[in-house]
């Protein structure tokens, strides 16, 4: 395994201090949500949300109406007027009119889709994929030195990609030029095929020392060039930020020249259009640097999945176009294995058939919510499938990783999407989770129920206090800490015991949790405890033979998850049902 | 009005039904906004270059590559022939040539750098009306919209293709099973509808038949693969399952069985962009005048409605009372939504995000 790469990191207290409201959009696939954000007694606060149906595609082909719908929500809610007919008032005008200043995200839409050429496919083109996985884009060919095809086939695959964007990637800094120049070529050549507007941009960011030789090859061309900073700069180092960062410019101009009425979001937005994932990857970021610890992400939507992470001192993002629950269910179900979905059913009567019929279903109208226990049954089978292809798909770029077995520990674990946050109990939320990612150890787990995190981490630019003053009051969801055995005992033998010893309090709660067995022991959010383990149990991954535990409090106290790692499956059906009503019952609150 | 919903579908005896062609990028529009247009008419094409053959002259002509474009012979624009000279050289003191041939027919689009690059065959991308009447919109290279007065039913799914036919529809009510048995060989080219959903015998038997198409109630998602390789597209009115058709469906088949109808069982690659349906071109025939379809926003008692998810997937049904609290369904979830009268009389809660206006 490679060693950890130098590259930047987040700074949450940088920037410059907002005073006022904000407003904060977000159009994703199906739900378009308007966040208020306001001062309230010395701090900010998260103080309305609107939500109405993304309305990007026919019959309304404008993404205003949704947008108006929300932010009149909002309106109705808190009493101010935000709109002067269709126009944001911006800034406030007095209070309760108008907001001060105005953030937008958007997932909604088509991936932008991108021809990627690079030299060497594990260097370069590996840290130029890395840089596209970070917003909506869906790389539609690669080349590489390597691919074997002459130049004119590459023209050909070039025009038959027919791209929105070409990224060049390759040669370190000051290194040999010949290669980039031969790539150059054949992307110009093709260009000079289309006409003007039908020329896509190039996003340059290889070899530094080539980039002004780039640029006036586009300008003699008629070509428009944006150049970043090399994303390999040297074999050993990877420098994805600033690529990263043209790509949300362009995704943000993308996105106001194709979907209606975008443009006239943008024109309200001091930063454009911030691709949803990439605010998102943003708020995980943040939190790592506010506790100093490791954190993983998972955003679940309709049309992606985006896995953001803070690991071993470095960030990654990474986000799947073809994993989502339900605009993309079809094309992610096709890489699922139905025995793998049917593990996790729990109603009888719901067979393999059920469960393609419903993807079927569910691609058509990926919009609806399950009505009834069957049709939730699949849904939540189907999230865990996603979420562990996901995670699985991302660990991949995670050089601390190794690319099999559990994943790397995380001290906190981020769940939003409305898959995840939508569930009927936030039990049910949280053994989804705990069902795909297998965490080992002691993790605290935290849930996106309002969708406010990737506005939070789209604000922290121009005003981290207030993305960590809202934070500070709760507008994460704590669930609380998992405590997992990694071992395997025996069928009816204890997993972990031990007690609960609440801080400040004389209350103590003894606990012996079976082997496959998950239990919820009381721990109200904001209070913390100390788990002490009695007898002999199996070493926690992370946490050694350690035989006291910190742990904090949440909506479902502290779940000590017995289970053993991987989970075990009954053969009988009727049993593996059982198991997992069991579990379920054990997570909710509703009993 | 509670909120905009998420989806509307059209359903309607006789409608002014606008349907929208949507463009390849760079195509050219063949039509202008007035035009009348019949089934076929060519709407819009794109010339779309496929192959392309780079020659590099210096190389091949072994001279610098600095002087290779003085030994081009053709010039950016020309078209040539396969194995004509494209560069030349003399050479044995000028008695002997060096050429650099066309390795195919095609027309010089770039020659610089010593480099030529030849444009080979063109494929021509056209897109064609889908429904006869006037066109009323144009925006080159994203859709061409055209209206007609029509009956339509919109589907919820299509194996792809488009067929006209006479509408042949079997059975005398909404079932769940159709007898092979009834297809017969006067069917051939027909577009043959059944309440029922599609079964592989029945499938095999339209096949053998030479039905022109076939439109089913519902679909087993595990028949998919044998629907999308039929000879003949496949249109499903109600969605993935075992699933009877709506009576709706089902009397506004049988009000046109026996008339002349389309079957655009396009793919919906995206739900909402575009949808199959069965169009009735009511041009020139008797009948109800048409209403201008129209997209109400927001959810109103007295809709018609058809309701997306299970237990009554594919219902077509009537908003008797809209709740503004949210309710708890079987599923466990919370949601705000309407009490619903369905074609059976029952009445039933269904979420908002789970109705479709039907205009």
Redesign the interface.
């Given at each position: 395994m490679a060693e950890p790469l130098p590259r930047n990191t987040p700074a949450p207290g940088a920037g410059e201090a907002l005073t006022g409201s904000i407003l904060a959009l977000d159009v994703g696939s199906v739900y378009t949500r308007v966040l208020l954000i306001d001062v309230v007694e010395g701090g900010y606060r998260f103080v309305a949300r609107g939500e109405a149906p993304t309305t990007s595609a026919l019959p309304w082909n404008d993404v205003l109406v949704g947008v108006y719908d929300a932010i009149m929500q909002v309106s109705v809610a808190t009493g101010r007027q935000l709109l002067d007919g269709n126009s944001l008032i911006q800034p406030e005008e007095a209070e309760s009119v108008g907001v001060d200043r105005f953030v937008a995200t958007a997932s909604a839409g088509e991936s932008i889709r991108a021809v990627l050429v690079g030299l060497m496919p594990d260097l370069s083109l590996a840290s130029g994929r890395r840089a596209a996985d970070s917003i909506y884009l869906q790389i539609a060919d690669t080349f590489s030195l390597a691919d074997g095809r002459t130049m004119a086939q590459r023209i050909d695959a070039m025009l038959q990609a027919n791209p929105d964007l070409v990224i060049l990637v390759g040669g370190t800094d000051g290194g040999a030029s010949g290669a980039i120049r031969q790539q150059l070529d054949t992307i110009l050549l093709a260009f000079s095929l289309l006409d003007g507007p039908g020329r896509p941009p190039l996003l340059y960011a290889g070899n530094d020392e080539m980039a002004n030789v780039v640029e006036a090859a586009g300008a003699e061309r008629g070509v428009r060039v944006i150049t970043a900073r090399n994303v390999r700069p040297s074999l050993e180092t990877e420098y994805l930020d600033d690529a990263q960062a043209r790509l949300a410019a362009l995704y943000s101009q993308q996105r106001s020249r194709s979907a209606p009425g975008m443009a006239e979001i943008v024109s309200w937005s001091e930063r454009g259009l911030v691709p949803t994932a990439r605010g998102f990857g943003a708020l995980v970021h943040i939190l790592a640097g506010l506790n100093n610890e490791d954190v993983l992400g998972i955003d679940l939507g309709s049309r992606t999945t985006a896995i953001a992470a803070w690991l071993a001192g470095e960030p990654y993002l990474n986000v799947f176009g073809q994993l989502g629950a339900g605009h993309s269910i079809r094309e992610a179900f096709e890489a699922m294995a139905i025995s793998d979905v049917m593990r996790w059913i729990t109603e009888p009567a719901v067979t393999a058939e059920d469960v393609r019929d419903y993807v079927w279903n569910r691609w058509l109208y990926p919009h609806g919510v399950p009505a009834t226990p069957e049709d939730m049954c699949i849904a939540s089978a189907l999230a865990r499938e996603l979420i562990a292809q996901a995670a699985n798909n991302a660990r991949l770029s995670w050089r601390s990783a190794l690319p099999e077995g559990p994943l790397p520990r995380f001290d906190t674990l981020l769940l939003a999407g409305t898959t995840l946050a939508r569930q009927p109990d936030a039990g049910w939320s949280l053994l989804i989770a705990l069902d795909a990612l297998l965490p080992e150890g002691c993790v605290r787990v935290m849930l996106d129920r309002e969708g406010i995190a990737p506005a939070l981490g789209a604000i922290a630019p121009s005003s981290p206090q207030a993305v960590v003053q809202v934070l500070d009051s709760g507008a994460l969801v704590e669930l609380g800490t998992v405590v997992a055995t990694s071992g395997r005992a025996q069928p009816g033998e204890t997993a972990l015991e031990g007690t609960l010893h609440v801080e400040g309090s004389a209350a103590t709660f003894a606990f012996c949790v079976g082997q496959g067995d998950l239990m919820r022991l009381p721990l109200p959010a904001g209070a913390r405890a100390e788990i002490r383990l009695a007898g002999s149990h199996a070493p926690l991954v992370g946490l050694g033979r350690r035989r006291r535990i910190a742990v904090s409090g949440g909506e479902l106290g502290v779940v000590i998850d017995g289970r053993g790692r991987p989970l075990s499956f009954s053969r009988d059906a009727n049993e593996r049902r059982r198991q997992g009503l069991l579990w379920r019952q054990a997570l909710s609150r509703e009993r | 009005m509670i909120?905009?919903?998420?989806?509307?579908g059209r359903f309607a005896q006789a409608a002014h039904l606008r349907q929208?062609h949507p463009l390849p990028?760079?195509s050219t529009p063949r039509v202008i906004v007035g035009d009348v247009v019949e089934v076929g008419t060519l709407l819009a094409s794109v010339e779309?270059?496929?192959?392309?053959?780079?020659l590099d002259v210096s190389v091949l002509l072994d001279v610098q590559r600095s002087e290779a474009e003085g030994y081009v012979i053709k010039r950016r624009g020309d078209l040539v022939e396969q194995g004509e000279s494209v560069a030349e050289r003399r050479v044995f003191l000028g008695l002997g040539r060096r050429r650099v041939l066309a390795p195919a027919a095609g027309r010089v689009?770039?020659v610089r750098?010593g480099?030529v690059?030849i444009?080979g065959r063109q494929m021509v991308d056209e897109v064609r009306a889908t429904v006869p009447g006037r066109v009323v919109a144009v925006e080159p290279g994203i859709f061409i919209t055209v209206q007609t007065a029509a009956g339509v039913a919109q589907l919820?799914?299509g194996s792809g293709g488009r067929v006209t036919g006479l509408l042949a529809l079997l059975g005398e009510a909404p079932s769940l099973t159709a007898d092979p048995v009834e297809l017969r060989a006067d069917h051939r080219g027909a577009i043959v509808a059944i309440s029922a959903p599609l079964s592989a015998v029945f499938l095999r038997r339209a096949a053998n038949v030479g039905v022109g198409g076939v439109v089913a109630a519902s679909l087993?998602?595990?028949l998919?693969e044998e629907a999308e390789e039929a000879s003949f597209p496949i249109g499903v009115t109600q969605?993935?399952?075992s699933l009877t058709m709506s009576r709706t469906v089902f009397e506004l088949l049988r009000t046109y069985n026996g008339w002349e109808v389309m079957l655009d069982a396009c793919l919906?690659a995206?739900?909402?962009?575009n949808r199959p349906k069965i169009i009735i071109p009511l041009e020139g025939q008797q009948h109800v005048p048409p209403v201008e379809y129209s997209?109400e926003?927001g959810l109103a008692e007295g809709q018609r409605v058809r309701v997306?998810?299970?237990?009554h997937?594919g219902a077509i049904g009537v908003v008797q009372t809209i709740h503004r609290e949210p309710r708890r369904?079987?599923?466990?979830?919370w949601?705000t939504g309407a009490e619903i009268e369905l074609e059976s009389g029952e009445r039933t809660f269904?979420?908002v995000?789970?109705l479709?206006h039907l205009g």
């Open positions: - | 909120r905009t919903l998420h989806a509307y929208i990028e760079r779309q270059p496929r192959e392309h053959h780079v689009v770039h750098g480099q690059l444009e919820v799914w087993p998602a595990a998919l969605g993935f399952g919906p995206d739900w909402r962009r997209v926003r997306l998810q299970a237990p997937l369904l079987a599923s466990g979830l949601a269904v979420p995000a789970n479709e």
